[in-house]
């Protein structure tokens, strides 16, 4: 059982719910469609690695790639719910990787099939230790930073959300039951590429704390 710590509480954790396609240039810079509501996936709790942890990139994959976002811990049940209470069911922040096989997704795309065999992979979700969502006055307002061996590859901001946190809770709440111990990715900015084994990823974000996982 996966668990996430927030002060002297310990949490197992639930479902992941990952949203894609939140940041506009990131949809640009694969050439996607801009999608008129959230694009919505999940990943199993034994996709988590700890922040010192090592990932490992499967032997059916040449082409995984980075996406640091902020992830988000859910702290007591929520359905269909309005953007204005949503984070009043926030318990707290952390920094997530959603690691992606993008030659996979891509063959998926193309045959209309789901993404879980390149978004759900064991160690596919690198995360920090969350902090109080008290301590985060505006998550729409923190700096996110990756890199790669030293060498910055995203620098972007969750003001550049196309959809905010709260938004993006409620949505999700719209289709399934958010309970405590639930996790939401929300989305990636512009910058992602490929890592191979040997790098060395840190991850960033003002106020909420750091990640660092190597590859396999």
């Known amino acids: 059982m996966h668990t996430v710590n927030l002060g002297n509480r310990t949490t ?19 050439g996607n469609k801009t999608p008129d509501q959230p694009v919505i996936f999940m990943k199993p709790a034994t996709a988590i690695v700890a922040t010192g942890g090592t990932v490992t990139i499967p032997p059916y994959s040449n082409d995984c790639h980075h996406e640091i976002e902020l992830a988000v811990l859910i702290g007591k049940e929520a359905k269909g719910i309005s953007a204005e209470v949503a984070l009043d069911h926030v318990a707290g922040y952390a920094v997530a990787l959603d690691l992606t096989l993008r030659d996979v997704q891509n063959i998926q795309k193309e045959k209309g099939l789901p993404w879980e065999i390149a978004k759900a992979f064991d160690t596919s979700c690198p995360l920090s230790a969350f902090v109080s969502a008290e301590q985060i ?3 729409q307002k923190l700096q996110l930073k990756l890199t790669v061996n030293g060498e910055v590859r995203q620098d972007g901001n969750t003001s550049d959300m196309m959809r905010t ?3 993006l809770i409620a949505a999700v709440s719209a289709y399934f039951t958010l309970e405590e111990g639930d996790i939401v990715l929300t989305g990636t900015p512009a910058g992602v590429s490929r890592i191979i084994s040997g790098d060395q990823l840190e991850a960033s974000i003002e106020q909420v704390g750091s990640l660092v996982v190597s590859v396999a």
């Not at 197992?12 to 694969?30: D, M, Q």
């Open 12 to 30: 197992p954790v639930g479902k992941i719910i990952c949203i894609g396609r939140n940041y506009a240039e990131h949809i640009k810079e694969l």
């Open 165 to 167: 946190v709260a938004e």
């Open 137 to 139: 006055k505006d998550p």
